[in-house]
C-alpha cells in the first residue's frame, strides 16, 4: 500500500487554510469565525481551536499558504513597464471579487495582532524576494544605478496603492497604478534607492 503524501494532517491543514480564504471572501476579518472554518472544512471545531487557536492564527497560516504562491512578475524588458506590471497585479488583486476581500481581510488582521503582522510582512518579503529579478536586469541593462535597492523599489511603487485602499480609503485606478509605479522609477534612476 502506497503511503498518502501529507497525510491526514496535511490534509486537514489544506482544508482549514482553504476554508478560512473562502470564509475571509464571503464574510471579511470581522466575519471570519472558528465555527465557520470548523463547518466549512469539516474539521471538528475542537481541533480548529487546538491546532489555530484564534481567527488570527488562521489568517497567519493562510498567509503562509499565500506566499508559497507564486506572483506572476512581468518580464517585458523595460523596467518602467515592468514595474507598471507589478503595480497593476496589486491593484488588480484588490480589485478582483474573491481575492480582494482577502488580501483586504489579510491586511486589517495584520492590524489586530502580531501573528498576523509577522505572517504578513513574511508575506511582502517572499513578495520582494520574488520581485527582484526585475530591478537585477534593470540594472543590468543600465536602467537604474548599481545597487538599487530592489526590495525598497517594489515597496515604493506599490505603497500609493496601499495608502489608498487603506488609509484615504480612495479608489485606486489604472492611471494612479501607472503613475505610482513612474514615481518610483523615477526615485531609482535618480539614485536615491540605492542600498
Same mark, same amino acid.
Given at each position: 500500500?502506497e503511503a498518502r503524501p501529507g497525510g491526514r494532517?496535511?490534509?486537514?491543514?489544506?482544508?482549514?487554510?482553504?476554508?478560512?480564504?473562502? *470564509?475571509?471572501?464571503?464574510?471579511?476579518?470581522?466575519?471570519?469565525?472558528?465555527?465557520?472554518?470548523? &463547518? @466549512?472544512?469539516?474539521?471538528?471545531?475542537?481541533?480548529?481551536?487546538?491546532?489555530?487557536?484564534?481567527? =488570527?492564527?488562521?489568517? +497567519?497560516?493562510?498567509?503562509?499558504? /499565500?506566499?508559497?504562491?507564486?506572483?506572476?512578475?512581468?518580464?517585458?524588458?523595460?523596467?518602467?513597464?515592468? %514595474?507598471?506590471?507589478?503595480?497593476? %497585479?496589486?491593484?488588480?488583486?484588490?480589485?478582483?471579487?474573491?481575492?480582494?476581500?482577502?488580501? &483586504?481581510?489579510?491586511?486589517?488582521?495584520?492590524?489586530?495582532?502580531?501573528?498576523? /503582522?509577522?505572517?504578513?510582512?513574511?508575506?511582502?518579503? &517572499?513578495?520582494?524576494?520574488?520581485? !527582484?529579478?526585475?530591478?537585477? @536586469?534593470?540594472? !543590468?541593462?543600465?536602467?537604474?544605478?548599481?545597487?538599487?535597492?530592489?526590495? *525598497?523599489?517594489?515597496? %515604493?511603487?506599490?505603497?500609493?496603492?496601499?495608502?489608498?485602499?487603506?488609509?484615504?480609503?480612495?479608489?485606486?485606478?489604472?492611471?494612479? +497604478? =501607472?503613475?505610482?509605479?513612474?514615481?518610483?522609477? /523615477? !526615485? /531609482? @534612476?535618480?539614485?536615491?534607492?540605492?542600498?
Amino acid at each position: 500500500m502506497e503511503a498518502r503524501p501529507g497525510g491526514r494532517s496535511a490534509r486537514v491543514r489544506d482544508a482549514v487554510r482553504q476554508a478560512t480564504l473562502v *470564509e475571509l471572501a464571503e464574510n471579511g476579518y470581522g466575519g471570519l469565525t472558528m465555527e465557520g472554518v470548523a &463547518s @466549512r472544512s469539516g474539521v471538528h471545531k475542537t481541533t480548529v481551536y487546538r491546532r489555530w487557536g484564534s481567527p =488570527e492564527g488562521l489568517i +497567519a497560516d493562510a498567509l503562509e499558504l /499565500a506566499g508559497s504562491e507564486p506572483w506572476p512578475i512581468p518580464d517585458t524588458g523595460s523596467l518602467r513597464d515592468d %514595474l507598471r506590471g507589478i503595480v497593476e %497585479l496589486v491593484r488588480s488583486g484588490f480589485a478582483d471579487p474573491v481575492a480582494g476581500p482577502i488580501a &483586504s481581510a489579510f491586511v486589517s488582521a495584520a492590524v489586530q495582532g502580531s501573528g498576523p /503582522a509577522q505572517a504578513l510582512h513574511a508575506f511582502f518579503a &517572499s513578495r520582494h524576494e520574488q520581485a !527582484a529579478p526585475v530591478v537585477e @536586469r534593470a540594472i !543590468a541593462r543600465g536602467e537604474v544605478p548599481p545597487g538599487t535597492d530592489a526590495a *525598497e523599489l517594489i515597496r %515604493l511603487a506599490v505603497s500609493p496603492v496601499y495608502y489608498r485602499l487603506f488609509i484615504t480609503h480612495e479608489p485606486v485606478t489604472e492611471r494612479d +497604478a =501607472e503613475r505610482a509605479a513612474d514615481a518610483a522609477l /523615477a !526615485a /531609482a @534612476r535618480a539614485g536615491v534607492l540605492r542600498e
